[in-house]
């Protein structure tokens, strides 16, 4: 068994400056840089930020900072202070996974475990799936959690997720609300999708956004976890606990959910479009 470990519990930096510079980093404020790739990695998480534009003035639409639900990985759009527009395309990743034995067996001979989960981050944050990656057996995900955890209560109804699973396609997903009301007025939208910013913005695993509902007459408002490209080296050491954030996610959001969808509920703050 070939293993390697990155860093040490106690300095999460030890090994990993080695590592990344072999691969090419090179140290910035906070950790290291590579082809518009910043990675800063912290005691509890490691933080990487592609440096991409949110889009200019001549774009056809607004910036959308849940726009990225049902892209493959763990990428999201999360409030950074000082960034431009406040907002910089995040994905972070627990710390424990660089600071224990890893067994390179599991992945391509010709990677090591570092430089499949930097080729994982780094093609994710493109959009693209590392090459030749395919999905972990779907009997083999499924022995991972109990068939119970996809089913949250949330509010005043009971929110039933799903395994995504295909060769090419690795995630979880809950609907929050299994169809956004044609009627809904634009300020309860508004509120609505301050909702799920704050939401992908606590829970680092989490992303949400909207997509069309089955019959794609409508849109669903939802919670989910793409692990899409995931190396075999860490992809049931992150699917365990990412589960466990989107169902935490899924209960925090499900009763404020349902209350800016029922027309029945009046309320003046919820008649303004939030600031």
């Not at 939802?222 to 466990?244: M, R």
Request: net charge negative.
């Amino acid at each position: 068994m070939n293993t390697a470990t990155w860093s040490s519990p106690t300095n999460p930096a030890a090994g990993s400056c080695e590592v990344l510079l072999s691969l090419g980093f090179a140290p910035a404020a906070g950790g290291y840089v590579r082809d518009g790739l910043s990675i800063c990695p912290g005691k509890d998480w490691w933080t990487f930020v592609h440096e991409t534009s949110r889009g200019g003035s001549q774009d056809a639409k607004p910036f959308d900072p849940l726009s990225l639900a049902g892209a493959p990985g763990l990428w999201k759009w999360l409030d950074h202070s000082g960034s431009i527009g406040g907002r910089r395309k995040c994905l972070v990743l627990p710390a424990s996974i660089f600071s224990q034995n890893i067994d390179e067996t599991l992945w391509d001979p010709g990677l090591t475990a570092a430089e499949a989960i930097i080729q994982w981050v780094q093609e994710t944050a493109a959009g693209r799936v590392p090459p030749g990656w395919r999905a972990p057996e779907r009997t083999v995900v499924e022995s991972w959690f109990d068939r119970a955890q996809l089913t949250v209560v949330a509010g005043t109804a009971l929110r039933q997720g799903e395994l995504l699973w295909e060769p090419e396609r690795f995630a979880l997903r809950f609907p929050i609300l299994p169809q956004v009301p044609e009627g809904l007025p634009p300020s309860r939208l508004a509120w609505l999708r301050v909702l799920l910013e704050e939401t992908q913005n606590r829970w680092q695993f989490v992303r949400c956004g909207f997509a069309p509902d089955a019959e794609g007459n409508g849109s669903i408002a939802l919670a989910e976890v793409d692990l899409t490209g995931v190396p075999p080296v860490v992809n049931e050491t992150l699917f365990v606990p990412a589960l466990e954030a989107l169902r935490f996610a899924v209960q925090w959001l499900g009763e404020p959910a349902d209350w800016l969808a029922d027309a029945e509920v009046v309320s003046e703050l919820l008649a303004v479009c939030p600031k």
